[in-house]
């Protein structure tokens, strides 16, 4: 009853909290509700867009087509433009263009940039203060670029997988490989499995809506539920028997030869080892001549049918 | 003054493109904006599209010149063309690699409409449309966005993945060569049926994926945002399948899949307060296989006397019985005339016309036919609960929760044979199936900003799945013909008798529901400090913990196998940038388990990584990064005397890898790229026996029978089997463009790997272990006109296998502590004594694939 009670007093609060946040937020100029980033700001301090594009024009010209701004444009200048993410822009106007006076996201570290853009962005990126990439101190504007993007896709630099490439180089040699996920072919993207905004899971990986591995979305035979689970495919995952990006083998299995693929699990040195797997056959018949349901079956417990 | 910019965005873009060889599908998917007037992929065409261009250059597009309707601008592009494509070498293996041929193509297509500055619509702000791909190529793909400002936003993507499979074993079929069976009296057989070697894939595939996903946000910047979409996912196409017990031996099968899910998702997005959205997810996926088996067409190889093709199974059986189809196949008694002694008797006669099949003595076993069919209909519904706050200053936060039952029922099994296996005439097995999958997780994650330097995070991730089934499957139900001297034959007229049941492996013998259960938890939590110590350098340190419950009831009865696995890691998060234009940054972790599901199943990681980035120019950029993941299962096996001693898995894969960019001006470009991976895994291994003995090559022991293990088992080891495929990847691309109208690059890709593996089986295929491919490729791109770009390629696709198949190394002993050395070693005694020629026992599969493009780009 305690825990009852302090969990409904922890909602409580909730609300009361959040106050905290929205008047901190109360100076800033009233704009769209997604652009509402908590920062004191005098709305005497701003100038408007207009005013820079007096300088700027070689950015403002790409207004009516950068997503940030052009609903804006459409909208008589409501909605985000330069000084939702540059800050209050009248100290720089009236410097003359003193660069100090205004935020250049370009300066500042990818941690600070990368703040700017979540105040806005969070909703859509929540993992992502908690993910590999920030911690790595790869910020937004690491693949972003709002004045020049490469691509209209999420304003990227360049388009993927050759944005991911530049960074894991390692990675794209294993996308060169005799066998591999069409990714350089373009009809699979990185981002089909991985969200680089940083997911509750490693390596940034996606799932499906049911905590399935996110191959199941496209490989939908795996799924299941079967009757009869090859537990090793839940509890290792597709990994434990495939190389995703790339592989020299067949199937991107992990080795070339079936055989020695099973009994790594299934020979008698692991027999009583490792749980549930007992003795398996050892044998040298391909071990897929008569296993064939390997992923799971609904009729058969050793995956024959 | 706009074609003079236009076309040197286009060649940038190009030169961005050709740096990786990005293919031309993946070039329109990310197309630059429309209102650039890009040329972007004046991919390929064929020769008449190329004699064709003189055509359209006197049609002279006006791409200066955008459309405006009605208050848009629109624009189009249109990329025609064609590939001309000639493969020498393995056609499967081209296929299963590459699957580009000749033929005209629609490369690519684009609409674009894009208000004018100023206006305002009603319905609709901006619409893309693009596709390419279509005519043939292996990969298409469509995609539709359109959006109105607030009001919605809508996209779709339609791609079409065709795949033809076909590693094919060449040389290598589990049947050796040279193994007949004899057309009429095996004392003098008038002919010969060879025993057919399988050579193409027992697991071909020649599939087609096609994957829809559409999505609609309405109202997405308000207070409350809805959002609906739809994903269909259709797999369907003929496969081979090896088949267990099919009537007395083992078939391979023709499966014919459809598969297909259709996914269904409703949403709400509140904003309740700045910075804090609430969300309400409802998806539900249906799923339906409707696959079905039937006998491979190329198994049908004799025909019975009323013209009947059959099969005579054991496609693949390599050591026993040591002649193809014996005698022993056959219901004597029944056989008539045909059988007089054990060395004397006919199973096979002469074909009625020449070249049909022979005709098989109607007492010999056989299948006529096979149908295995089992449709599966599975709807998984979840509840998603989402939030995210970051209104609480310093303080970011979110986390949800699901709820997901997923319902698979297959109410509907049938299984028959017909044929002869003894004295059974058919076989049928009839039954129904329910699986559930329930489960439930909570992620949530927390991240204080404690002081300006000091963060803190906390993310806990719970899942806990169970998931019950039961199959009802009836044994298989037999009818007979009765065993009697001259009755046990396939076309015996009588009335059929009901047998005793057939069974298959795994599954009882009485009309019994098997039972099966399995559930997993899983527990992690990541607790993070991080430092930034200053404005160029940041430090995290992670501790992990996780906690991972497996449970799983097998076959009829109560025991079940339940194992928990602790697990605890650090990482180390390492930035740092020592001058603006170079970053590094860096992680190291290490975690240890108590106890792992199976051998591969690490009890030690350790994971290592590392990447940099200079640019000491502009147009200068060096990267490079180490990735290495170790790790290790020492568990020691206690149980099982001959094969007692530690698992010994070990596995790593490094990789370290170079990449320099130099991009001095818009006439020239130059990427370099070199990585080399080291992949290796071991594991103690036994094996029940060792290389066929039926093969060439096989190997034997001292005495004389194939490779035994001196144990009291007759297993082979355990041994060290291990695969060490060490591979380098290097790439190097060149641009050039002299003016505004011609743009060109070049480059070659190559990924070698030379490594080997154990040698457990003379059977088993190695080649891709010392192998090598290759694709050297040229562009050429001429701005004919402006809005009409004219461009050629060639790509060439290698792919060889330096050496046979087999793998090189054998071992010196069955011992634990065995060394391993060259299978061709002179002094290799005891279960080894490899044969092989160095030849080997397989050709190397290899192909040349020449594929020249033409294609003109055209803008109106």
């Given amino acids: 009853m305690k825990r009852l009670l302090s969990c409904i007093a922890l909602i409580a609060l909730v609300p009361r909290l959040s106050q905290a946040g929205h008047l901190y937020a109360q100076g800033a100029k009233k704009q769209a509700t997604l652009v509402s980033k908590p920062a004191t700001v005098n709305p005497a301090d701003l100038v408007g867009s207009d005013v820079c594009a007096t300088c700027h024009a070689d950015v403002a010209k790409k207004f009516d087509s950068n997503p940030h701004s052009k609903l804006a444009m459409e909208h008589g200048g409501k909605g985000v433009t330069c000084e939702s993410c540059h800050g209050p822009g009248r100290a720089h106007v009236e410097g003359g263009g003193d660069v100090t006076k205004i935020v250049q996201l370009s300066k500042l570290s990818a941690k600070d940039a990368s703040a700017t853009c979540l105040g806005c962005h969070a909703g859509a990126h929540p993992n992502f203060e908690r993910s590999p990439h920030a911690k790595a101190d790869v910020g937004c504007t690491s693949c972003h670029s709002v004045h020049s993007a490469g691509t209209e896709v999420a304003l990227l630099k360049v388009d993927q997988p050759k944005l991911c490439y530049q960074c894991h180089t390692e990675i794209k040699p294993q996308f060169s490989q005799p066998f591999h996920h069409r990714v350089d072919e373009g009809l699979v993207k990185c981002t089909d499995c991985h969200d680089p905004h940083g997911t509750f899971g490693a390596n940034n990986l996606r799932s499906t809506a049911d905590q399935n591995a996110i191959c199941t979305k496209c490989h939908t035979e795996t799924r299941g539920p079967f009757v009869f689970e090859h537990a090793a495919v839940k509890a290792e995952g597709c990994v434990g028997c495939h190389t995703p990006h790339g592989s020299q083998n067949a199937r991107l299995l992990n080795v070339p030869n079936i055989n020695q693929l099973c009994n790594q699990c299934h020979s008698p040195v692991s027999g009583s080892t490792v749980h549930g797997i007992n003795a398996g056959s050892a044998d040298v018949t391909p071990c897929i001549s008569c296993h064939t349901m390997i992923h799971g079956s609904n009729v058969n417990p050793a995956f024959i049918r | ?860």
């Fill in chain 2, 1 to 860: 003054m706009l074609q003079r910019q236009t076309v040197r965005r286009w060649k940038v873009y190009f030169k961005r493109l050709a740096m990786t060889k990005i293919d031309w599908l993946a070039r329109l998917l990310h197309k630059l904006p429309a209102g650039n007037a890009v040329r972007r992929n004046a991919g390929r065409g064929g020769v008449a599209l190329l004699l064709m261009t003189g055509i359209a250059v006197a049609q002279s597009p006006a791409a200066d010149a955008p459309v405006v309707q009605n208050h848009y601008v629109i624009r189009q592009t249109a990329d025609l063309g064609g590939h001309i494509v000639g493969v020498s070498g393995s056609g499967s293996m081209y296929d299963t690699l590459v699957n580009l041929h000749s033929g005209p193509r629609v490369l690519g297509q684009t609409y674009t409409m894009t208000p004018v500055a100023g206006s305002k619509h009603p319905l609709l702000d901006n619409l893309s449309a693009m596709s390419g791909g279509f005519g043939g190529d292996p990969n298409n793909f469509a995609k539709l966005d359109f959006s109105k400002g607030k009001l919605y936003e809508f996209n779709g993507i339609f791609r079409r993945d065709r795949q033809y499979f076909d590693y094919d074993l060449l040389g290598n079929p589990s049947i050796p060569s040279g193994l007949n069976i004899p057309i009429g009296p095996s004392t003098a057989p008038t002919g010969l049926l060879a025993w057919q070697q399988q050579r193409q894939s027992p697991v071909m595939f020649n599939t087609v994926r096609r994957m829809t996903d559409t999505g609609l946000t309405l109202l997405p910047l308000s207070k409350v945002t809805f959002r609906v979409g739809y994903s269909q996912n259709i797999f369907q196409g003929p496969t081979l399948s090896p088949g267990r017990s099919i009537g007395k031996y083992d078939s391979l099968l023709a499966e014919y899949q459809r598969n297909s899910t259709d996914d269904f998702l409703g949403a709400i997005d509140w904003k309740p307060w700045q910075l804090t959205r609430i969300t309400f997810e409802e998806q539900v996926d249906h799923y339906k296989a409707d696959s079905y088996f039937t006998l491979a067409p190329s198994e049908l190889t004799v025909q019975e006397a009323d013209g009947t093709p059959a099969s005579l199974g054991n496609w693949d059986i390599a050591s026993t019985p040591a002649t193809p189809y014996p005698i022993a196949s056959c219901n004597t008694g029944s056989m008539g005339s045909a059988y007089t002694n054990s060395t004397t008797y006919t199973i096979l006669s002469a074909p009625q016309t020449p070249g049909g099949r022979p005709i098989i003595n109607a007492a010999c076993d056989v299948i006529t036919s096979y149908l295995r069919s089992q449709p599966t209909r599975t709807i998984y519904p979840t509840e998603l609960l989402r939030f995210q706050s970051s209104s609480i200053r310093n303080i970011q936060t979110n986390g949800d929760v699901r709820y997901s039952v997923g319902n698979s029922t297959m109410p509907h099994y049938y299984e028959n044979f017909q044929g002869l296996d003894g004295a059974i005439r058919s076989a049928t097995f009839t039954g129904s199936t329910v699986a559930q999958r329930r489960m439930v997780s909570i992620d949530y994650g927390l991240t204080w900003q404690a002081t300006k330097t000091i963060g803190l995070s906390d993310q806990v991730n719970f899942s806990n799945l169970h998931q019950p089934g039961n199959a009802n499957i009836t044994p298989g139900i037999t009818q007979n013909a009765p065993t009697t001297a001259g009755n046990e034959t396939i076309n015996y007229a009588g009335a059929l008798l009901s047998g005793a049941n057939y069974t298959v492996s795994g599954n009882p013998t009485g009309a019994v529901p098997l039972y099966a259960y399995f559930g997993q938890k899983f527990l992690t939590n990541n607790a993070t400090v991080s430092w930034e110590a200053s404005s160029r350098a940041t430090l995290s340190l992670t501790y992990r913990y996780q906690a991972h419950t497996i449970i799983q009831t097998s076959g009829t009865g109560p025991a079940s196998n339940l194992i928990g696995i602790d697990e605890n890691g650090g990482i180390l998060n390492a930035a740092y940038r020592p001058t603006s234009n170079w970053k590094m940054n860096g992680s190291v972790e290490i975690a240890y388990a108590d106890n792992a599901l199976t051998p591969i199943g690490a009890r030690q990681t350790k994971r290592y990584r590392f990447h940099t980035t200079y640019k000491p120019r502009p147009w200068a950029t060096v990267s490079g990064s180490y990735n290495d993941l170790e790790r290790h299962n020492n568990t020691n096996n206690t149980g099982t005397p001959s094969a007692d001693g530690p698992l010994g898995h070990v596995d790593h894969n490094r990789n370290v890898s170079l990449d320099v960019v130099l991009a001095p001006n818009e006439h020239y470009s130059f990427d370099v790229n070199y990585a080399y991976m080291d992949v290796y895994t071991s594991t103690n291994i036994c094996y029940f026996s060792g290389a066929s003995a039926t093969l060439a090559g096989a190997a034997s022991g001292s005495t004389g029978k194939p490779n035994l293990c001196p144990s009291v088992l007759t297993d082979w080891g355990p041994v060290k089997d291990f695969m060490d495929a060490p591979t380098q990847y290097a790439s190097i691309n060149a641009t050039y463009s002299p003016n505004k109208v011609f743009w060109s690059s070049m480059g070659y890709r190559i990924s070698a790997v030379s490594g080997n593996q154990f040698f457990a089986d003379a059977q088993q295929v190695n080649g891709s272990l010392q192998s090598a491919y290759q694709t050297p490729y040229v562009n050429i791109a001429w701005t004919v006109h402006p809005g009409l770009i004219w461009q050629a390629e060639y790509n060439y696709y290698g792919y060889g296998e330096g050496g046979p198949s087999g793998a090189p190394l054998c071992s010196t002993s069955t011992g634990a502590s065995a060394v391993v050395v060259p299978c061709n070693t002179t002094t290799l005694a005891g279960p080894t004594g490899l044969t092989e020629p160095s030849s080997g026992l397989t050709a190397p599969r290899n192909f040349h694939g020449n594929v020249v493009t033409l294609a003109i780009h055209y803008e109106f």
